[in-house]
């Protein structure tokens, strides 16, 4: 059973960053498909990126070129670098692992950018 822990959110002025992590315990392979997904208040739960096993990424149109995806595999660990943030970038991030036919989620944390 894997288990996903995210961290790293918090409250953040426009134009700041903040990193977050996901850690994951239980055996997570090296072709597992990870991802982050955000969701704000009354809004759909949407991508904010995906990584793949080969290191290949796909981006939500709304963070291209801000947004970093990354993954450490040594450490079963998944990074979400997030540059340049807006007010709309408010909202519980999750993150995702797809491995073998199976699906888990993290619990979420909350990333707030306001002034």
């Known amino acids: 059973q894997v288990q996903l822990v995210e961290s790293g959110g918090g409250l953040v002025q426009p134009g700041g960053s903040l990193r977050l992590s996901c850690a994951a315990s239980?055996?997570?392979?090296?072709?597992?498909?990870m991802g982050w997904y955000r969701q704000a208040p009354g809004k759909q739960r949407e991508l904010v990126a995906m990584i793949f096993g080969d290191g290949s990424t796909n981006y939500g149109d709304s963070v291209k070129g801000r947004f970093t995806i990354s993954r450490d595999n040594g450490k079963n660990t998944m990074y979400l670098q997030m540059n340049s943030l807006k007010p709309e970038d408010t909202a519980v991030y999750y993150c995702?692992?797809?491995?073998?036919?199976?699906?888990?989620w993290g619990q979420g944390t909350q990333v707030t950018v306001s002034s």
């Open positions: 995702k692992v797809q491995q073998l036919g199976v699906v888990n």
């Open positions: 239980g055996s997570i392979f090296s072709f597992a498909v």
